[in-house]
C-alpha cells in the first residue's frame, strides 16, 4: 500500500500494523467497540479519533455495541470524541433509536465545531430514492 489510508476502521489498522504497513491515522464515526483490549494495544501508536454523536442523554446507540459481557470485554481502542448534532423530527421518524447515528448528523456537528457553514437542511431526511438531498462534503 504505497499511500496508505488515511481514513479506515480500527480492524483494518490492526491487520495494517500487523502486516507491518500502519496507517497514517485511523478516524472513524459512529463506531461499534471493534474489538478486545488486544485490538486497542496493537494500535496504540496509531493516530485514531472516533467520534459519537449524542447530547449528553441521548447517544449514537451503535457507539454502545457490542456490550462487554463477561469475557468479551469489546472496548474501543481510543476515547471517543463527542459531537453533538441532533436529529430532526424525519430522521427520527425513519430511524428510530438508530437516528443519532446518520453520518449527515456528523458531518453538521463537525462543521458546526470548526466553524464551517452548515451543510444541508436542519432537518436532513432520506428521499423516496434513499438520497439524501443537500449534502454537501467541504
Known sequence: WPERAILITAILSGLMV???LPPRACVTFGQPRPGFPQLAKLIADVAQRSY???DGVIVDLVTEVPVAIGPEDYVHPHPLTDVCEEPGT???QQWGVFAWHAMPLYLRAL???AGLALSGSKDIALTPDGTVPHLEIH
Open 18 to 20: 500487523h502486516s507491518g
Open 52 to 54: 459519537r454523536n449524542g
Open 90 to 92: 424525519s430522521w427520527k
Open 111 to 113: 462543521e458546526r465545531r
